[in-house]
């Protein structure tokens, strides 16, 4: 049986074997991998890039509390962004989860469209979902716009799903119960061990605690403190200053006070920073 | 095969939805390309699977026909210079020139060419001309620049003409054709090398490859019906569901998974739903129509023993989530969830959800009708809904079962959204038919009424379909829609019932909406029924006021005339009816006056019969307008013998408008004369239509 921390081994060293520089997270609250720098304003420019990393996402209203098997606020993706897109994509895809220790012969793996769009981030792209028996285990996009910008070269971006892919190998029904460190009996930890009591507190803060003055105040000061930045051309801190914004939005959409109209004005007002970011990104290459 | 082209663009995987409708846009954009390119060809066929989108063409000629140019020269009037110069530059002599309005011209045929030589250009041609909904662009390393679209990253075209490859550097795609393709992604990953379309196919098949769309799709149905049985079980038909499994395959294994018994105490729609959504699975059922324990799948790779646990285990945490949400939803009554909708919006212009319930309240009646009308929406706030969007209306009638809301009131929510379009139901309740009633008209109302309008095939809010609903709800409910009110009533009503919450709608909000809802139901009826629309016309403007139709009369007298225009006789019946208009239209006799002027003072008693089958033909029409519609597709015999006399009527209006004077100078007689005519057409408009509607006897 393969640990949770050895499919994350696994897949740095694919990536590092085909050129990526491997990453680390970024170390602010995001709702995905593509809102890393590493992912959004890299593939903007007209330089070859390509990175891999594991990202912690945030999505604070996906919490149930701990008590779904496999709805959780908190969980991690293994990002890979490389541009240009090369010219067999999907071949290395399918070899990463060779590496993995996937046996294509025992499993149905499928492309089945999925055209991802981030409205918060202006991205949107064409690409697929990709099924192991029916499960969801990679998100898989061609970017052909990010802030509203087309790409003038095209990068493909895998997010592999790294709690299904081990729930999946590990034949266990609940993330909870992911082996993560590959240990059996006294020295084995779970997730559960790592992220439930962190999974059910967040819940809770997300859901009920988190001061609704504290999160609309932060919302505003971001949005200023991004714009000001910007206007000191210190494009990549105004773009964090975006995205806290855009957690600060969510966990507000969490609490359940944001009406459906404020909604799109929260999300208008999230991409209209973006844009600013990524245009002043583009103008200052 | 002898001048057979064969055209494979191999690519990443093409959307499943899109399949079907690529091979027909395949064919029609390489058809004209062909034209364009002035080659002469036979019959085309297109293929499709996940990975390739192919063309045959067959009997594509050699060479391109011969073309004609007219090539315009001087004028008749220059010189000799100026038109030997023409000549010569056209490589024409003298008695080639044709002399049209005062110039001269030359026809110049261009030489065939050779087809092989454009077959690189055709196929740039249709992979930048090809209509795909959506499409992408990637980049080209060696160009430095990106690609042409296409729906997905391009990665080898094949290309055969006529038993031998064609090679030609397609540059938008950076990519030469060649003369191989690939098998199947997993199963038979090899190049195949290709001659002809038969050896295409068939080495295709050998590598697991069905690119014949319509066997596939075939195979599955056939495939599944069969493995269910053996189970003695029935698949769940989905034709959209089978589109779908058929383009996420290049071969099909179909294979019965097992759902886990703790889930079969969910509701069978929400089973169903989540296994048809998420999981692209079929559902089973027992012959008694109950649902089972079981799916159906369908896979690329033959099915084996960890792929089938997987396959249950991804259907167990799908389910485990919709057990969650339902066990959340149950701890919430509808009512609760109702008191939320203030936090949905139902338009930006026009407030909340819980503003349009307060609404619709204005308009509904009895006690039953106003709990409906309260709890109708409320799950749109339920996990459940918030989950599958497509179960609204579904989840309420189930949670109003579980909190022992009455039968009817369950199944009045449950089915308040029907009718979605022109060919579902209606709710099978009055009280269900009554709610999507009120929420229909609320919505038409509210939007039209702040300027939201259709334009051509763009309607964001679906107006068009809610005035269809509105208009089946008139047509096909049993019971009376309207109740004891007009359609005005509640149009009115609703009216005011925005302006008392502060929305502004125009002043001209009621005709809009009237108009509108006549303009569907022409369309509806048209469509719908088949009736052409000069009759349609004939019969709504037969109506007194067009803007308050009796819809359900209105439809049942479309139909009726319908079927009289086939009749002989009709089209007497449609000149005399005109030329009768055109005469009390035309006189100036104010029939209203002299009362002791009968019809035997008519100067038309020339053939007394006649009239009298005339006089039959008045008293017999009988205001019979039924509220419902007649579903019959034949009138009855009645209605043929009336046609027959108010036909015989008609016959004798033209014979003798022909011999009489109708404006006679006896005022009296004119008289007579003008309100015998007006019987007439009023008898014709009030059991056909107006007739001024319909223009020729074919137009119908």
């Known amino acids: 049986m393969i640990s949770f921390q050895d499919i994350i081994f696994r897949l740095q060293k694919f990536w590092d074997e085909h050129g990526c520089a491997i990453l680390q997270p970024y170390d602010t609250e995001v709702g995905a991998g593509t809102s890393h720098y590493a992912t959004t304003l890299k593939a903007l420019d007209n330089q070859y890039w390509a990175a891999a990393f594991v990202q912690p996402c945030r999505r604070p209203k996906d919490g149930r509390y701990a008590d779904n098997p496999n709805r959780t606020q908190y969980y991690y993706q293994f990002q890979v962004i490389i541009k240009p897109a090369p010219a067999n994509p999907q071949e290395l895809y399918l070899d990463s989860l060779k590496a993995v220790g996937f046996d294509m012969a025992a499993h149905d793996i499928r492309f089945v469209e999925d055209d991802w769009e981030n409205p918060s981030l202006g991205a949107a792209g064409l690409g697929w979902e990709v099924w192991c028996d029916g499960m969801e285990i990679t998100q898989y996009t061609y970017f052909q716009q990010v802030g509203g910008i087309n790409c003038s070269i095209v990068p493909v971006e895998i997010t592999y799903g790294l709690e299904r892919i081990a729930t999946f190998m590990q034949g266990v029904e609940s993330h909870f119960d992911i082996n993560w460190n590959g240990k059996e009996g006294d020295q084995k930890l779970t997730y559960g061990d790592v992220l439930l009591r962190f999974e059910r507190e967040f819940s809770c803060y997300n859901f009920d605690a988190a001061s609704i003055d504290i999160l609309s105040k932060h919302f505003e000061d971001y949005e200023v403190e991004c714009r000001r930045l910007l206007a000191h051309n210190l494009v990549m801190p105004a773009y964090e200053q975006c995205i806290k914004a855009n957690h600060g939005f969510n966990l507000l959409d969490a609490r359940g006070i944001i009406s459906v109209t404020e909604r799109a004005g929260y999300i208008a007002r999230v991409r209209a920073l973006a844009k600013s970011c990524c245009q002043a990104w583009v103008e200052s290459l | ?700």
């Open chain 2, 1 to 700: 095969m002898r001048e057979e082209l064969l055209l494979e663009i191999f690519s990443e995987e093409i959307p499943a939805r899109l399949q079907k409708k690529a091979m027909s846009d395949a064919i029609v954009t390489f058809s004209t390309i062909m034209d364009d390119y002035n080659v002469s060809y036979g019959s085309v066929e297109s293929f499709v699977s996940p990975r390739r989108l192919t063309l045959l063409v067959n009997n594509l000629q050699q060479r391109t026909k011969t073309a004609v140019e007219r090539k315009r020269g001087p004028s008749v009037s220059a010189g000799a210079k100026a038109i030997n110069g023409f000549l010569k530059s056209s490589g024409k002599a003298k008695e080639n020139l044709i002399e049209i309005d005062g110039y001269y011209y030359v026809d110049i045929e261009t030489n065939p060419s050779e087809v092989r030589g454009l077959i690189g250009d055709m196929i740039s041609d249709f992979i930048a001309n090809m209509p795909w909904q959506k499409s992408m662009r990637w980049y080209l390393e060696d160009q430095k620049t990106l690609s042409s679209f296409w729906i997905r990253p391009i990665r080898s075209i094949l290309c055969v003409y006529d038993g031998s490859p064609v090679d030609e550097l397609i540059k938008s795609v950076g990519l030469r054709t060649c003369s191989y393709t690939y098998g199947h992604r997993f199963l038979a990953p090899r190049i195949i090398e290709v001659s002809d379309f038969d050896g295409y196919r068939n080495g295709l098949e050998a590598a697991h490859v069905m690119i014949d769309y319509a066997k596939k799709r075939d195979h599955i149905d056939m495939e599944m019906t069969k493995k269910a049985a053996d189970l003695g079980l029935c698949v769940m038909y989905d034709d959209g569901l089978l589109d779908e499994v058929a383009g996420l395959v290049e071969y099909p294994f179909v294979h019965i998974g097992v759902i886990n018994e703790q889930f079969m105490q969910l509701p069978p729609e929400v089973l169903s739903t989540s296994m048809k959504i998420h999981q692209k699975y079929f559902t089973m059922t027992y012959p008694d129509s109950v649902i089972a324990p079981f799916y159906g799948v369908v896979t690329n790779i033959p099915v084996t023993e960890v792929m089938s646990d997987g396959l249950n285990r991804v259907l167990r945490a799908r389910l485990s989530d919709a057990s969650f949400f339902y066990k959340e939803d149950l701890d919430v009554t509808l009512e609760a969830f109702a008191q939320r909708l203030s936090n949905v919006v139902f338009h930006e212009k026009l407030g909340s959800m819980a503003q349009k319930i307060d609404r619709m309240m204005s308009i509904a009646s009895t006690k039953d009708e106003h709990r409906a009308t309260a709890l109708c929406k409320a799950d749109l706030l339920t996990q459940m809904v918030g989950e599958f969007p497509e179960l609204q209306g579904t989840i309420g009638g189930i949670y109003a079962g579980v909190q022992d809301e009455s039968h009817e009131l369950r199944i009045a929510i449950k089915e308040h959204y029907k009718p979605v379009n022109a060919t579902d139901t209606i709710p099978s309740s009055l009280l269900g038919a009554r709610i999507s009633f009120f929420d229909k008209i609320d919505s038409l109302v509210g939007l039209l009424g702040v300027g939201i309008k259709p334009t051509g095939s763009k309607d964001p809010f679906a107006l068009r379909r809610t005035a269809i609903g509105i208009v089946k709800l008139l047509c096909e409910s049993d019971g009376n829609i309207l109740d004891s009110e007009t359609l005005s009533w509640y149009i009115d009503t609703l009216i005011t019932a925005y302006l008392d919450q502060g929305v502004p709608l125009d002043a001209n909000t009621g005709e809009v909406v009237k108009e509108f809802l006549t303009d569907r139901f022409r369309t509806f009826v048209i469509d719908g029924l088949e009736v052409s629309s000069c009759v349609v016309d004939a019969v709504i403007n037969s109506f007194g006021d067009v803007s308050n139709l009796d819809y359900p009369a209105a439809i049942n007298k479309s139909r009726k005339t319908h079927y009289l225009t086939t009749l002989d006789g009709f089209d007497v019946v449609r000149t005399a009816y005109k030329r009768a208009i055109g005469i009390i239209g035309d006189t100036r006799v104010n029939l209203s006056e002299g009362t002791d002027v009968q019809f035997r003072d008519t100067s038309m008693i020339v053939a007394n019969d006649a009239v009298q089958a005339l006089y039959a033909a008045c008293l017999a029409a009988n205001n019979s307008s039924s509220k419902r519609v007649v579903k019959e597709d034949e009138p009855n015999v009645a209605d043929d013998e009336d046609f027959r006399s108010v036909a015989q009527a008609a016959g004798f209006i033209l014979e003798v408008c022909d011999k009489v004077l109708i404006n006679d100078p006896d005022p009296k007689v004119r008289l007579a004369n003008a309100r015998l005519l007006r019987k007439f057409a009023h008898v014709v408009r009030d059991r056909i239509g107006d007739l001024t509607y319909v223009t020729s006897p074919r137009a119908c």
